[in-house]
Nanobody, 118 residues
Framework: QVQLVESGGGSVQAGGSLKLSCTVS??????MGWYRQAPGKERELVSS???????TYADSVRGRFTISQDRPKNTVYLQMSSLKTDDTAVYYC??????????????WGQGTQVTVFS
C-alpha cells in the first residue's frame, strides 16, 4: 500500500515562511507534487517535479515557492516564502504513476493545513 506522509504545515504571519515535507513509500513514481485546496475552491496544482527534475509552478506562487526532492530519501519538499493570506489552504502531497496514458496523479497524502494570517 502506497503511503504519503506529510509534515510541516502550521500557522504563520503574512510574509513568513514554511517548509512542507512529504515522504512516499513508492519508488516507481514518475513525478511528485503539491496541490492545495482552500475553502470553497477547487483543488489546484501548486508545484510539481518529475524524475528528470522538470519543475512546474502555479503562476500564483512562482518566485515565492520552491519545490525540491531528495530521491534517495523518497522525499519532496515545498519551501514557501513571502506567504500571503491567499495561500491559506490544505496542502496535499501527490505522487504520479506511469501508465499507458502517461504520468498520472494516483496517490495522495492526508493533507496538512497551512494558515497565513495578517
Amino acid at each position: 500500500q502506497v503511503q504519503l506522509v506529510e509534515s510541516g504545515g502550521g500557522s504563520v504571519q503574512a510574509g513568513g515562511s514554511l517548509k512542507l515535507s512529504c515522504t512516499v513509500s513508492f519508488n516507481s513514481r514518475c513525478r511528485m507534487g503539491w496541490y492545495r485546496q482552500a475553502p470553497g475552491k477547487e483543488r489546484e496544482l501548486v508545484s510539481s517535479i518529475d524524475n528528470i527534475g522538470t519543475i512546474t509552478y502555479a503562476d500564483s506562487v512562482r518566485g515565492r515557492f520552491t519545490i525540491s526532492q531528495d530521491r534517495p530519501k523518497n522525499t519532496v519538499y515545498l519551501q514557501m516564502s513571502s506567504l500571503k493570506t491567499d495561500d491559506t489552504a490544505v496542502y496535499y502531497c501527490a505522487a504520479g504513476r506511469r501508465e499507458s496514458s502517461g504520468c498520472n496523479w494516483r496517490y495522495w497524502g492526508q493533507g496538512t493545513q497551512v494558515t497565513v494570517f495578517s
